[in-house]
């Protein structure tokens, strides 16, 4: 089974056990509430709002696990500022990362620094 298939399953199985532990949980408080326990009517009003939490947060998952993966650094805008676009280059001469232009070698970090 592939990994992807593994976590839909478990975020399906933990749809399943959420809901039925706050189905369970709604029935014995409303059957406490319903024989005299005043405090257990706000539990009766919790356990449905943690119920469609949960199926928010199902929804949720699911949708990012099935979305495809967009946010990789090749999909970086550069940015139009000469500054910053000198400081990134910057960046990539000092920690050995190629330049964005392929067919420019990498920027040589300046030489006026101390170390």
């Given at each position: 089974?592939?990994?992807k298939s593994?976590?839909?399953?478990?975020i399906h199985?933990?749809?399943?056990?959420?809901?039925?532990?706050?189905?369970?949980?709604?029935?014995?408080e409303y059957?406490?509430?319903?024989?005299?326990?005043?405090?257990?009517?706000?539990?009766?009003?919790?356990?449905?709002?943690?119920?469609?939490?949960?199926?928010?947060?199902?929804?949720?998952?699911?949708?990012?696990?099935?979305?495809?993966?967009?946010?990789?650094?090749?999909?970086?805008?550069?940015?139009?500022?000469?500054?910053?676009?000198?400081?990134?280059?910057?960046?990539?001469?000092?920690?050995?990362?190629?330049?964005?232009?392929?067919?420019?070698?990498?920027?040589?970090?300046?030489?006026?620094?101390?170390?």
């Open positions: 089974m592939k990994e593994k976590k839909i399953l478990g199985f933990g749809l399943i056990l959420g809901e039925t532990i706050c189905i369970l949980a709604f029935y014995v059957r406490r509430a319903a024989g005299g326990n005043t405090l257990s009517w706000a539990y009766v009003v919790e356990w449905p709002i943690f119920a469609f939490y949960i199926i928010y947060m199902w929804r949720r998952l699911l949708r990012e696990e099935k979305a495809p993966l967009t946010s990789t650094i090749a999909h970086i805008k550069e940015p139009d500022d000469p500054a910053l676009i000198a400081m990134n280059e910057y960046l990539r001469a000092v920690h050995g990362l190629p330049t964005v232009n392929e067919e420019s070698s990498p920027v040589e970090a300046p030489q006026d620094r101390v170390t």
